[in-house]
């Protein structure tokens, strides 16, 4: 199971971005436990400076704006 | 869609693609954007109108200016989100590391042009760049220049009032970041940050995601990509207000502004920047209204204080930013900035 973690302060991106990361799992019939952090001094603490930010088992993969169903698939292979 | 199984034509391929649509596209952009006047006379025309009429004179400002603004918006907003891919704001950051005030703030609010920027994305961009040993006046030219010097605004200024006035506002925009970052810097106001922000600021190299790799496949996706986003949000806008100023063109008498907005009432800039504040709209619906009401009389830097105010003083972005700032400090970043678009209003006003 990965464990995926959305960073931002809940602008429409980041809830965009959840939508879009749930569709592709669900897609590919992949088990993920999706995780909203919206506590700026955490998402700070990732090193993250456009949000939204994408971490996946513990390492960013993705900041600013929206990512490609593309780019989601890959983390999710 | 499934990416796995379908072999994904490479980027070369990809990446031909969008030049010959460019060189399409850009040609076809260029006819439409002077044949205008053409098209606005045959739509008025057609519709049994002719311009002596106030319907007719608003009809033809409305079918000339929505199309000649969306051209112009598409042609910009493309070419941004190109040229930001060469400023994410990890590079923004590592440019202005080390930089001191003075060379920093100019460097800072140059940046602030070009860098994406998102105000739900304001706090995590100041904390980067601060925790990069940025100083907190530099990096507050960044971020007033960001949202002020728009480059939506810009163009659209660009291609209605022409360049002057756009060189003008590129200028005064510039200077109040410059400035007002400077003084900020001299109050020395680190400690009217929120606690754990001052901690994040004081530990080094908070930031430590590099950004992605781009190509110019990337980055030609990027730009279409912002054109969907910033068109295909502000076009309703743009057309509302493109409606609005024809009706003023067409039905409201010839300075009619002039006693309320014009140059000779002092009081008119200052009010126009309060009334600023709490309208929270963008550059590309304001710009329409601000070309009507210069057209019946009204002052231009009243109204450009107007404009400056309702986009870079708005008060949603004032709430994200108390998530990281006292409110003495954004109080202080307020005040500073409203007093620098008073005067870029007054000295509109007495130059032109």
């Known amino acids: ?77 | 869609m499934n990416t796995d199984t379908l072999p994904s034509p490479s980027d070369r391929v990809i990446l031909w693609r969008w030049l010959v649509a460019l060189a399409v596209l850009a040609p076809a952009w260029w006819w439409a954007y002077n044949h205008l006047t053409d098209g606005a006379d045959w739509v008025v025309a057609a519709a049994g109108l002719t311009r002596q009429t106030a319907l007719g004179e608003a009809v033809h400002f409305f079918v000339y200016d929505t199309p000649k603004v969306l051209l112009l918006l598409t042609g910009v907003v493309f070419v941004m989100g190109v040229v930001q891919t060469f400023f994410a704001p990890e590079r923004t950051r590592a440019l202005l590391a080390g930089k001191r005030a003075g060379v920093g703030n100019v460097l800072a609010a140059l940046l602030g042009i070009v860098t994406p920027f998102c105000s739900c994305s304001a706090v995590p961009l100041f904390i980067g760049i601060l925790s990069a040993g940025v100083p907190l006046g530099v990096t507050f030219s960044f971020l007033i220049a960001a949202p002020m010097v728009n480059e939506v605004a810009l163009v659209m200024l660009l291609g209605l009032f022409g360049w002057k006035v756009a060189a003008l506002y590129l200028v005064m925009g510039l200077t109040v970041a410059i400035v007002a970052g400077m003084v900020i810097g001299r109050l020395g106001m680190e400690q009217h940050m929120e606690d754990w922000v001052q901690a994040v600021a004081k530990g080094q190299g908070a930031a430590t995601y590099d950004g992605d790799g781009a190509g110019w496949r990337q980055r030609l996706q990027a730009g279409a990509d912002h054109v969907k986003e910033i068109v295909g949000k502000v076009w309703p806008y743009v057309v509302a207000g493109i409606a609005l100023g024809a009706g003023i063109h067409g039905y409201v008498p010839e300075d009619f502004m002039a006693s309320i907005m014009g140059r000779d009432a002092w009081w008119s800039v200052p009010v126009a920047v309060l009334l600023g504040v709490p309208m929270y709209t963008n550059a590309a619906g304001v710009i329409p209204i601000v070309q009507a009401l210069l057209g019946k009389g009204a002052a231009l830097g009243t109204v450009l204080a107007f404009m400056m105010s309702v986009i870079a003083l708005s008060a949603p972005e004032m709430i994200i930013l108390r998530k990281a700032l006292k409110p003495r400090l954004i109080a202080t970043f307020a005040g500073i900035v409203a007093c620098g678009i008073l005067l870029v209003g007054y000295v509109f006003n007495l130059v032109l």
Do not use: F
């Not at chain 1, 959305?6 to 991106?13: H, I």
């Not at chain 1, 506590?39 to 996946?56: E, F, H, K, Q, R």
């Open chain 1, 1 to 77: 199971m990965k464990d995926i973690k959305v960073l931002g302060s809940g602008c429409a991106n980041c809830k965009t971005t959840i939508a879009l990361i749930e569709q592709v799992a669900q897609d590919k019939g992949v088990v993920i436990q999706v995780e909203k952090v919206q506590d700026m001094p955490a998402i700070i603490g990732y090193g993250v400076m456009s949000t939204p930010g994408v971490v996946v088992d513990g390492k960013v993969v993705h900041a600013g704006g929206v990512p490609t169903r593309e780019k989601i698939a890959g983390w999710l292979a």
